[in-house]
């Protein structure tokens, strides 16, 4: 078996490894907080060699990128509930499981640091925000397809996302299934 053919092997080596950096990252932010820790302290918490991480990753803007990716991503799928209504219901409840469980400020506190350093980390946001924003634009053209009529993307962000990380970080309040839904029927009033 060559390099290539166990690089795409799921379950192999480099998915272990790749899941111990990804942890390891996200326990090191959680405890130091974004900024207070390097690629050598990454590879030392994940027990490989930071030279591993520079050949994946090449910086460490780009792990925490794909780490934010990897872990909202495996948190939070598109729900296709066969509604625009419902299906923005379970993603309002999906996130916010996300965003309230262990590692879930963390998480979002990540992608707020990385905003603040400089291009590569701008790169690795915007990178993020497009992802998620990919994900958000097929929920809303499968609902259009379904002949419903459903709002913008940056409507769908302004008014269910940023509410709910705001709520978070500010600690403004729970993330009530009740107070969920009112924003998905504000958003789609």
Partial sequence: MDEQERARRPGGRSARVRAAVHQAVTDLVGERGYGHFTVGDVAAR??????????????????????????????????????LVDDLRAYAAIVAREVTGPEGLAVVRL???????????????????ADRTRQLQAMLDRARDRGEDPPDVLEVLDHLLAPIYMRVLFGAGPLTPDYLDGL???LLA
């Fill in 46 to 83: 994940a027990g490989v060699a930071d030279t591993s991480l520079y050949r994946r990753w090449g910086n460490l803007e780009a792990l925490l990128s794909d780490v934010l990716l990897t872990r909202l991503n495996a948190q939070a799928p598109m729900p296709d509930t066969g509604s």
């Fill in 111 to 129: 992608t707020i640091a990385l905003s603040a350093e400089g291009q590569r980390g701008l790169q690795a946001r915007d990178e993020f925000l």
């Fill in 184 to 186: 998905v029927d504000r």
